[in-house]
């Protein structure tokens, strides 16, 4: 038996009423076309001959699902929404059109967040026009019917800073925790003004009296500041090499100093040498 839909409306209604029962009170919806619709035994294809599974389709299928009285897990907070359901997860598209947003869930209600399935985790995936353009949340897990906890793991913002671990990135990449990585190239100022004629070096009589006043280098932020505000890996690498730089050239002024002196004392033991 073949059939064609006369309206889109009674289409996924239609179908579910035929795999159920051999007469429908929606007939008078449906019309005979020859060759688009076939059923074997429970098994119903649309556009294949030969359904594998309760309903299999061979095509594009565009769906808009409204939300119904119909709703036995809560209120969604969308004003229409997918959604596919099995015994442990549910998976949810529920979109809101006012703020534009897309959320998946699995194992979680949308509104209020509550676990469908004790003992298992729960995850959200949700997508806004502002905020967090994309996210990804996370729940431990609980009761079935407890509200879920979610933890933000992954964030991209409307300014375009990234975030992992990090509810609200002020930057354009935020990590809370470790980085572990095999190359890390930051592109920044280097040092090499410290070899310029008209660089100034201080001496190092001011710098011991810098280092016994504030215990540190000149030019070196203080512990406190790295601690509050952080370091830049790109600013503390030219300042390093500031410093190697610097020192670099304290030794070739003392080594300059050496020659001089040896130059003094090879002259003084010659004089001493010389003497009857």
Do not use: C
Request: proline share 5%; hydrophobic share 35%; net charge negative.
């Amino acid at each position: 038996m073949t059939w064609k839909i006369k309206t889109k409306a009674t289409l996924l209604t239609g179908l579910l009423w035929l795999l159920t029962s051999t007469s429908s009170p929606l007939s008078a919806d449906w019309i005979d076309t020859g060759s688009d619709l076939y059923t074997i035994g429970e098994e119903v294809g649309i556009g294949i001959a030969d359904p594998s599974s309760a309903l299999d389709i061979n095509g594009n299928i565009p769906v808009v699902i409204r939300k119904s009285p119909y709703n036995p897990r809560g209120t969604y907070d969308g004003d229409e929404y997918f959604r596919m359901s099995a015994n442990t997860s549910d998976y949810i598209i529920s979109l809101q059109d006012s703020t534009g947003r897309i959320q998946h869930y699995w194992n979680a209600t949308p509104s209020p967040n509550t676990y469908l399935v004790s003992n298992e985790p729960a995850l959200k995936l949700a997508m806004h026009v502002t905020g967090d353009v994309f996210a990804f949340f996370r729940g431990a897990g609980g009761t079935a019917g407890d509200t879920v906890s979610w933890s933000k793991l992954f964030t991209i913002q409307d300014s375009g800073n990234v975030g992992v671990g990090v509810d609200s990135p002020a930057n354009k990449f935020e990590v809370k925790g470790k980085i572990r990585a095999e190359e890390v190239v930051v592109e920044s100022n280097w040092a090499d003004f410290v070899f310029e004629e008209n660089y100034e070096l201080m001496p190092l009589e001011e710098v011991a009296d810098f280092i016994s006043e504030e215990k540190r280098l000149p030019g070196v932020p203080t512990a406190e500041d790295v601690q509050t505000q952080g370091a830049s890996v790109g600013e503390t690498q030219a300042m390093l090499l500031q410093k190697v730089e610097e020192l670099t050239l304290y030794l070739i002024q003392q080594e300059a100093e050496n020659a001089k002196l040896m130059k003094r004392i090879e002259t003084l033991e010659t004089l001493i040498n010389s003497t009857p």
